[in-house]
């Protein structure tokens, strides 16, 4: 008997709360979904990887090496040639050699900024390759 319909407030709060708690099995499948998203996403990149690395066009193998060499080679002045020019730089001015200032620092921001940006771009592409998106 429901006189002053508490029953059907109880059921609907119930089935509200229901949608709203995730069961430990719902997120392991979560989880194993967002895993095998990535497993996806790494083997896509290999595929491309293998077939970029194949051709013999340099605008089609050479641009990630050209890329990845620049940012080897901004990352190596940053962080162990700049320092050492500097210690040089310092030797020398204390000796009266040089007048000038050493040369200018990188922005550390941006480096970084470039070597994350094509290494996430790279497998953002992949993963349109995959899903049919690419044009």
Known sequence: ???????????????V???LVTSDEERLKIALEGKQIDADIAKSQMEVNKVEAASTNLFVSGWRPCIGWIGAIAIGYQFVLYPLMVWAWTIAQDKGLLTTS?????DAD??????TGMLG??????FDKVKGKAR
């Open 1 to 15: 008997m429901n006189v002053l319909g508490i029953g059907s407030i109880v059921e609907s709060v119930s089935k």
């Open 17 to 19: 709360a229901d949608d």
């Open 102 to 106: 050493p040369p200018p620092v990188l």
């Open 110 to 115: 941006v480096l970084f900024a470039l070597i």
């Open 121 to 126: 771009i790279a497998g953002l592409r992949s």
